[in-house]
Each structure stands twice: as C-alpha cells, then as structure tokens.
C-alpha cells in the first residue's frame, strides 16, 4: 500500500497536485478536518465521485480505514495513498484545520 506522510499531504493538497479525501464520519468531519479536502464517509463511500486526473489520498482518524479505501482502491487504479497517522497525526503536526466550531479537533 501506498503511505505518505501528514506534512507531505498538506504540500500535495495545498499544491493541487493532489486530491485529498477524508473518508471520517460526519460527527468526526464536523469536529475538525483539513482545509482543501472533500469528505466522502466510509458508511457510504462513493468511488463514482472521485477525480481521474490525479492521485488520490485518503484520510481518516488514525489511518485505518483510509487504509481499508487504499487497499480496495489499489486494485483498480494507481496512484491511490493512505495518510499515515490520520488527522491524529496532521493534528500533532501542526497542520491547519477548520471545522464547525471555533477550536477544531480531531473526534
């Protein structure tokens, strides 16, 4: 399985280079989540809705279940990356975030 690192994922999403998707539940997304990224839950994940035209890279908590959609995804297509570390990671990097609230977390 592909991997890439919190930071490296905010420079490959801030850049375009990069599309970034949080596959979270809402609660988790509502609580806090990256800034440039679409949200696409793992309850009812939808493949039909995701770009062709560049790599992909998941994000969840911990890197579980963007690992699950990696995995699956990797056998259809390249160019498909879990986030090592999930939003715990991105959040202990540093890493800005925005959410429905005035202090963003990671639920």
């Known amino acids: 399985m592909n991997e890439i690192s919190a930071q490296d994922t905010y420079v490959q999403i801030l850049s375009g280079a990069a599309y970034g998707v ?3 539940e809402q ?10 990224v679409a ?14 035209d560049r790599p992909i890279i998941f ?4 890197g579980n279940r963007s ?3 990696t995995e699956y995804l ?3 297509r390249n160019e498909v990356f879990n986030m090592v570390g999930g939003m715990k990671a ?3 990097a540093g890493l800005p975030m925005i ?8 639920a």
Do not use: M
């Open 22 to 24: 949080d596959v979270r």
């Open 27 to 36: 609660n988790e997304w509502v609580a806090g989540h990256a800034e440039g």
């Open 39 to 52: 949200w696409n839950p793992l309850s009812k994940f939808d493949p039909t809705v995701l770009p062709a």
């Open 59 to 62: 994000i969840c908590r911990s």
């Open 67 to 69: 690992g699950q959609v």
């Open 74 to 76: 990797a056998q259809s």
């Open 90 to 92: 991105w959040s202990a």
């Open 99 to 106: 959410g429905e609230t005035d202090e963003p977390f990671v």
